[in-house]
C-alpha cells in the first residue's frame, strides 16, 4: 500500500482547553512545576509531559512538530524558527571538528553558502557532488564523511535525487542522510525511501501564505531529543526557536496542504506542457523528458503530482527581467523570490537566491542567465493565465 502521508496528519485530533476544535495556544515563555524534583526531573530529561522553557519546547510547537512527524512518517520532529535554522542546527549537531559531509551542488543558496563559507570554521569540509551520479557520491566519501546531504528535488535546477539508492550508499559507509523535502511535501515521502532525517522550510508550500519564515527537522526520537538537548542540543544551545503563536498559525495552515498542492500541481503541469509544446527550454519533473521524471514516477505519492516548481529559459537576463517585469504588471504573479504561494512568484535564481553560488560554479551545474523560476500559484482558471503569459512572452520577444 502506498504511503499515505495527508491522511496520517488528518489523523492526528487535538482539542482546546476548553473543547476548542483547535489545540489552545500556550503564550508562557516559562512553566510552573508542582513540585521541586518534577523540575529537577523535566531538566534532565526524564519527566514526560512537563514543559521547562519555551526555548526547550512548548505545546503548540509539539502539536506543529507532531502533526509535521506524522506527515513525514518520522517518530518525531522539532520545529525551529526558519528552514535554514532547521538545516544548520541539524548539520551542527550531526558533526564535529574534522567530519566531513558529501552535498549534492545544487542545493538552496542559504545552505550552500552555509557548507562552503560557514562551516568550515569550525573544519567541517564539503565535497560538492552531482547528486544524480551515483558514482561521484559514492567516491566522494571519504573516513571521515558522518553526512549525505540532498534536496529530494534541488533548487533551482529541479534534479531529483533517487533517495533509495542514495539511502543504501549512506548505510553502506555509516553515514546520516539528509533529506531536505522543501520542493516535494506530500509528494515524496524521503523517510519512506529510507532517509534518517527529513527537513522542511516551513516558509514555502506547507505554510503558504507568505506570512512567516518556520523550520522543521524530522527524525528518530532519539535524535529529536538529543537535538534539543540542554546539555550539548544544538536547537536548545544555539535557540532558533519558532514562537508558539506561530507554531499554530501554521498548524492550522498545514491543514489545506494536500487541497493546495494537488491545485500547484496540476497548473504547474498544465504550463510545463504548453511551454514546452511552445518550444521554449522547460524544466519539470512531471515532462517526460526530464532527466529524473521516472525517478521522481518511482518514488512519488501519486495524489499528489510532480510539485508547483518549473523553470524556463528565455536566454538572457535582461529579457528574463523584462518578461518577469511584464507579467507582474498584467497581475500574473509576484516579482520575489520563495515558493509556495496562493500567487505564481517568479524570479531569476541566478541573480537572486543562487547568487551565493559563484558564476563559474552555476555554468558547470546549468544554471543559466536566462533562467527564470516559477513557483506556480493556486490560479482557478489556468488557461486563461497560460494565454495571458504566452501573450507577454511575445511582447517582449520570447520568440524569435
Ligand atoms: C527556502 C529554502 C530553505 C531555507 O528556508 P528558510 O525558511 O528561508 O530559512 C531551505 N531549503 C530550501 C529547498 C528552500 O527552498
Excluded at 76 to 104: E, K
Excluded at 142 to 147: E, L, M, Q, R
Excluded at 246 to 269: E, P
Amino acid at each position: 500500500m502506498k504511503y499515505k502521508p495527508a491522511d496520517n496528519i488528518q489523523d492526528l485530533q487535538y482539542f482546546g482547553e476548553y473543547g476548542g476544535v483547535n489545540p489552545s495556544i500556550s503564550d508562557s515563555s516559562t512553566y510552573t512545576f508542582l513540585s521541586a524534583k518534577t523540575m529537577f526531573d523535566t531538566f534532565e530529561g526524564n519527566a514526560e509531559g512537563c514543559y521547562l522553557y519555551s526555548r526547550h519546547s512548548s505545546p503548540s510547537n509539539l502539536y506543529l512538530g507532531e502533526a509535521l512527524a506524522a506527515m513525514e512518517g518520522t517518530e518525531t520532529a522539532n520545529v525551529a524558527a526558519s528552514g535554514m535554522a532547521a538545516i544548520t542546527s541539524t548539520l551542527l549537531h550531526l558533526c564535529q571538528a574534522g567530519d566531513h559531509i558529501v552535498s549534492s551542488r545544487t542545493v538552496y543558496g542559504g545552505t550552500y553558502a552555509f557548507l562552503k563559507n560557514f562551516i568550515p570554521k569550525f573544519n567541517i569540509q564539503t565535497s560538492f557532488v552531482d547528486i544524480t551520479n551515483l558514482e561521484q557520491v559514492e567516491a566522494a566519501i571519504t573516513k571521515d564523511t558522518k553526512v549525505l546531504y540532498c534536496e529530494s528535488v534541488s533548487n533551482p535546477l529541479l534534479e531529483v535525487a533517487d533517495i533509495e539508492a542514495l539511502a543504501k550508499i549512506a548505510k553502506k559507509h555509516q553515514l546520516i542522510i539528509v533529506v531536505d523535502n522543501t520542493f516535494s511535501p506530500l509528494s515524496i515521502s524521503p523517510k519512506e525511501l529510507g532517509a534518517d532525517v527529513v527537513i522542511h522550510s516551513l516558509t514555502k508550500f506547507i505554510n503558504g501564505s507568505s506570512d512567516t519564515v518556520g523550520g522543521v527537522t524530522c527524525g528518530s526520537q532519539d535524535f529529536i531529543n538529543a537535538l534539543r538537548s540542554v546539555n550539548d542540543g544544538a536547537n536548545m544551545l544555539l535557540g532558533p526557536t519558532m514562537d508558539s503563536m506561530r507554531a499554530a498559525s501554521v498548524l492550522k495552515n498545514l491543514r489545506t496542504l494536500h487541497i493546495r498542492i494537488k491545485q500547484h500541481s496540476k497548473n504547474a503541469m498544465f504550463l510545463a506542457e504548453k511551454f514546452q509544446q511552445d518550444g521554449l527550454r522547460t524544466v519539470y519533473p512531471g515532462l517526460k523528458n526530464h532527466p529524473g521524471h521516472e525517478t521522481f514516477k518511482r518514488m512519488m505519492n501519486q495524489d499528489y503530482g510532480f510539485g508547483g516548481l518549473l523553470t524556463i529559459d528565455v536566454g538572457s537576463l535582461e529579457k528574463a527581467n523584462e518578461l518577469m517585469e511584464l507579467m507582474q504588471e498584467k497581475n500574473l504573479g509576484y516579482l520575489a523570490v520563495s515558493l509556495g504561494f496562493y500567487k505564481t512568484l517568479f524570479s531569476a535564481p541566478g541573480s537572486s537566491t543562487s547568487s551565493e553560488i559563484p558564476i563559474e560554479e552555476q555554468e558547470k551545474m546549468g544554471l543559466s542567465n536566462g533562467l527564470i523560476r516559477f513557483s506556480i500559484g493556486l490560479d482557478n482558471d489556468i488557461e486563461r493565465t497560460y494565454k495571458m503569459m504566452k501573450s507577454c512572452m511575445q511582447e517582449v520577444g520570447v520568440f524569435k
